[in-house]
């Protein structure tokens, strides 16, 4: 069965530092999403891409954080400089379509900032 | 934009005993109505959803209710399991983009 794939699973960085995340959707997925997951949260959505374009990035702290999708397959987020408070858990998801509704996620990448 | 809350926050039950969860939205035009688990460690996976053009939705011991003129909906578990013992969150999505908004989640112990 097609899974969502993220790497790192674990980061440790210290604050200032410049972190990435990477995320492979399901193929043929045209939709990807990037959720940040604060302990004892539900996922908050941080960027959405419809192929290669943001369709939403309102909530996305655009002084320290970039998101791309370059050729509308696999996405990269990056965190610089990193922060204590961005320590979470950083989810991918993918759909079909928006209109699809149903997000399959990735297992995450765990973000700790010291 | 929306917000959903979800209650309880923690939900402690005996094997075999009934489990729900209720949720609230304020988006009167949200749509979509999808139920994640998440074990501890690992990703959410979808269990059910609902459409606001239904009002109840049912798949073994899982079921779904949505009230479009309170703007809530609830997860119902029967004859709960050890293995349903997790962190369940609910979402409602609005919008042209179909953006997900979810609770805060409720963390289900079925004890043997």
């Known amino acids: 069965e097609a899974e969502v794939a993220q790497s790192p699973r674990y980061k440790i960085t210290e604050k200032s530092q410049a972190v990435a995340f990477w995320c492979d959707p399901i193929?043929?997925?045209?939709?990807l999403y990037w959720y940040r997951q604060i302990l004892g949260q539900g996922p908050e959505l941080l960027v959405q891409?419809?192929?290669?374009?943001?369709?939403?990035d309102s909530q996305l702290p655009k002084d320290r954080f970039s998101a791309e999708r370059l050729k509308g397959v696999d996405s990269t987020l990056k965190i610089q400089p990193a922060e204590l408070g961005d320590s979470a858990m950083y989810l991918c998801?993918?759909?079909?379509?928006?209109?699809?509704?149903?997000?399959?996620f990735g297992p995450g990448t765990r973000l700790t900032v010291l | 934009g929306e917000n959903v809350e979800q209650h309880p926050s923690t939900l402690s039950v005996q094997e075999g005993d009934s489990a729900v969860i209720k949720c609230t939205y304020s988006?009167?035009?949200?749509?979509?109505f999808p139920w994640y688990k998440q074990e501890l460690g690992k990703r959410p996976q979808l269990i059910i959803d609902?459409?606001?053009?239904?009002g109840e939705k049912k798949d073994q011991r899982i079921a779904v209710t949505l009230n479009k003129t309170a703007k809530h909906f609830s997860l119902h578990i029967t004859e709960t399991q050890p293995e349903d013992s997790a962190v369940y969150f609910c979402?409602?999505?609005?919008?042209?983009?179909?953006?997900?908004?979810f609770g805060k989640g409720t963390l289900l112990t079925v004890n043997p």
């Open positions: 998801a993918s759909s079909l379509n928006p209109q699809d509704n149903e997000q399959f």
């Open positions: 193929s043929g997925h045209a939709t």
């Open positions: 891409f419809q192929d290669e374009s943001v369709v939403d």
């Open positions: 988006d009167s035009a949200s749509n979509y």
């Open positions: 609902i459409r606001s053009n239904v």
């Open positions: 979402a409602a999505s609005q919008g042209s983009n179909y953006k997900l908004t």
